[in-house]
């Protein structure tokens, strides 16, 4: 346990682990983006994967080389269940995640563990495990059991199970995203390449397990290109459930302002096909919303009218872990229907009001002379009964006299009509 050995190539391996650990703090970060938690394990799993090789290669006793084979071992179980539970969860399929599915892909894990824990005192695993030397180093030499076949097997199996459906959630995306995605599965088959070199005892670089600096170097292009193009954090398969199946236009903009994606009512909206909108600034279709949409905090909604249809326009800023800009998500309501109500409904009440304004009425108690019959006013002067009504409503008076006050006024106008009528 004592002895060690140095090689220059162990300084990549370092370097490779480290890296892959601060990758794993900095997926713990980007919590809560859907597949972040199983990245940051993933992460951490080929860290330890790659100190666990690291530092069983510069060990020289059979015993050191036991113990960090159980430390690489542990990352080597670990990275091939993360990769897959990740892969499951960034394509919006954990409800896949049951207790029931979780205990059947753990059961060759843990008897493939256990073998490698109690790897002495059985030919299961390892045929042969002995010491040599190699290049002026003191490496182990290895014949595979069954138990390696096994758990090959398995590891393959579940590798090409997170690739397939990595590439499936690749064909469900929209073009633009598919072109993006395209290399994050080519970078991350090419990481098993050199594994099958090192098994099949076709290594180029051996002695050396040439596996982990792949795995490492993948791991960090796969971030790089989900944190270049961003909203692959929000799309893979989400793209169809909400695209596909939201009655309101959806554009996703860029921190440029730049339509970046769009869904099929938003180009009927726009008048427009997908491959003449994308990549084009938003103000090209909507420029009346122009300065709306460039400032820091958008109201939350307005109304824009399109082709004599009427939309209400709601923008949410997106921004990434340290609040920088992302992009917006605008989504685009049709109101005509409600806003012809609306106008209707205005128009309804300013026609009341002003029917209202021409109807006066006469309320509450009205002083009247008892003989004359004139009312007094507010003021305290007095009115003829037709002149207080007449001020105070939209009645009008128009004179007559009744037979009483004929007979009163005009006794000699009504005693010869009486006569002529006999």
């Not at 919590?31 to 530092?55: A, E, K």
Request: with cysteine; proline share 5%; glycine share 4%.
């Amino acid at each position: 346990m004592t002895a060690w050995q140095f090689t220059p190539i162990a300084y990549l391996y370092f370097v490779a682990a480290v890296s892959a650990l601060l990758l794993g703090v900095y997926a713990y970060r980007l919590r809560p983006v859907r597949g972040t938690t199983y990245f940051c394990l993933l992460s951490i799993s080929v860290s330890i994967w790659t100190w666990g090789y690291i530092l069983g290669l510069l060990n020289t006793s059979l015993s050191g080389k036991l113990l960090f084979l159980r430390l690489e071992y542990l990352g080597i179980i670990a990275t091939n269940i993360f990769w897959l539970l990740f892969i499951i969860t960034y394509i919006y399929h954990n409800h896949w995640l049951t207790h029931t599915t979780l205990t059947l892909l753990s059961v060759v894990p843990i008897v493939t563990y256990i073998q490698i824990l109690t790897v002495e005192q059985h030919s299961f695993f390892y045929h042969i495990y002995e010491l040599t030397n190699t290049n002026n180093l003191v490496v182990t030499h290895k014949v595979y059991g069954i138990g390696f076949i096994l758990w090959t097997i398995y590891a393959y199996t579940t590798f090409f199970i997170g690739e397939m459906l990595l590439i499936w959630s690749i064909f469900r995306m929209p073009d633009q995203f598919r072109k993006q995605a395209i290399p994050i599965v080519s970078i991350v088959a090419m990481a098993m390449i050199p594994n099958f070199l090192y098994i099949t005892n076709s290594n180029p670089i051996a002695p050396y397990d040439p596996t982990p600096l792949p795995f490492v170097i993948s791991s960090i292009l796969f971030v790089l290109m989900i944190r270049h193009y961003g909203f692959l954090n929000i799309v893979p398969v989400a793209h169809n459930l909400i695209f596909k199946n939201v009655n309101s236009g959806i554009i996703i903009l860029d921190e440029h302002h730049r339509i970046i994606d769009i869904n099929p009512i938003a180009t009927d909206i726009i008048n427009s096909t997908q491959q003449d909108i994308l990549g084009k600034p938003l103000a090209n279709f909507f420029p009346e919303i122009k300065d709306h949409i460039q400032t820091k905090n958008p109201k939350s909604n307005i109304e824009i009218t399109k082709e004599e249809q009427t939309y209400e326009l709601q923008a949410t800023p997106l921004s990434y872990h340290k609040n920088e800009s992302a992009g917006q998500i605008l989504m685009l309501y049709d109101v005509t229907a409600r806003t012809f109500l609306e106008q209707q409904q205005s128009l309804l009440i300013k026609e009341l009001r002003e029917a209202l304004d021409q109807v006066k009425t006469l309320t509450g108690l009205l002083p009247i002379c008892a003989n004359c019959k004139q009312i007094r006013d507010p003021d305290g002067a007095w009115q003829q009964v037709e002149t207080y009504i007449q001020s105070r409503s939209s009645a009008h008076f128009t004179h007559s006299i009744c037979p009483t006050c004929v007979e009163e006024l005009y006794p000699d106008y009504i005693q010869r009509r009486k006569q002529k009528s006999q």
